[in-house]
């Protein structure tokens, strides 16, 4: 943000200016995070996390062989077909989604067949785009994105872009500003959300705001998706919570190395809940 600044201080004051509520909030969100410490305690991974989800949920059809392969090599092909870096550290020191989270998301999409899904984090809309088109082929449901755009004007204009928006657009609504201040909005119209994904800013505090307000309104049978879970320890308090819930820690596929990861991928999680604990 403060680099932004002295490279685009007319732009920076013009969008603070414009939302100075979601401005604060993205600035004390990453304030606070540079004061946390991750716990230190590492995870391990579901080597076999997508048979381990099939067999629980029922899921026979292969979607990730017959469906999201050929969708998947499509979408980064026109990315850089587009000039636009594909990978980690590719929107404004973000990631785009990994093909082991996109296709964890596409699987679940197309099997649950969510009415509601809401998603913190867009970036080039990597993960959107797949959501959409799996919301498509089923011919039913929504999804709401949420995120702060960058404050520099050139990556700000590369949020969704891997979105066909006008074929998918009607399925989707993206909200501009921070989960802190939108979701609880958005959630509380809504009633409930059938799947939810967290991939907005990283930290401990943010993530477990997110997640615990997210279980509140998710469906029984609903999944909740965690990006980034090795960068602060609130995948791992939130599942302790709930323990009677069924959940995987799954090692990410990134396109690159991503060397800021302990294992070179970095981790996401899934908890799934159950239909019979009715929980609210």
């Not at 699987?107 to 088109?133: C, M």
């Not at 979701?183 to 997110?210: K, T, Y």
């Amino acid at each position: 943000m403060f680099e932004t600044l002295k490279r685009h201080p007319l732009e920076v004051l013009y969008h603070v200016f414009r939302n100075p509520m979601d401005a604060m909030s993205a600035l004390s969100e990453e304030i606070s995070s540079r004061f946390e410490k991750n716990d230190g305690i590492g995870y391990d991974p579901d080597l076999d996390w997508e048979p381990k989800i099939r067999q629980l949920l029922g899921i026979v059809p292969e979607y990730a062989q017959t469906e999201f392969w050929p969708l998947w090599d499509g979408v980064v092909g026109d990315l850089r077909a587009r000039g636009l870096k594909v990978g980690p550290i590719s929107f404004h020191g973000w990631n785009d989604g990994d093909a082991g989270l996109v296709r964890a998301i596409w699987t679940l999409t197309r099997h649950l067949r969510p009415n509601i899904v809401v998603e913190t984090g867009v970036a080039h809309g990597v993960t959107s785009r797949f959501i959409l088109e799996a919301l498509e082929l089923n011919g039913a449901g929504n999804l709401w994105s949420i995120d702060l755009p960058p404050l520099n004007p050139l990556t700000r204009r590369e949020i969704g872009v891997a979105v066909d928006r006008p074929r998918l657009q009607d399925r989707w609504t993206y909200i501009a500003g921070t989960s802190r201040r939108r979701l609880p909005v958005l959630l509380s119209q809504l009633r409930r959300v059938d799947m939810f994904i967290h991939d907005s800013m990283h930290s401990g505090r943010n993530a477990a705001f997110e997640l615990e307000l997210a279980w509140k309104y998710l469906s029984p049978g609903g999944v909740i998706v965690v990006d980034d879970i090795d960068l602060n320890s609130a995948f791992r308090c939130f599942i302790r919570q709930h323990l009677g819930h069924p959940s995987f820690v799954c090692t990410a596929e990134p396109i690159s190395p991503d060397t800021r990861r302990s294992n070179q991928k970095g981790l996401f999680g899934l908890i799934v809940k159950l239909a019979s604990k009715g929980e609210q």
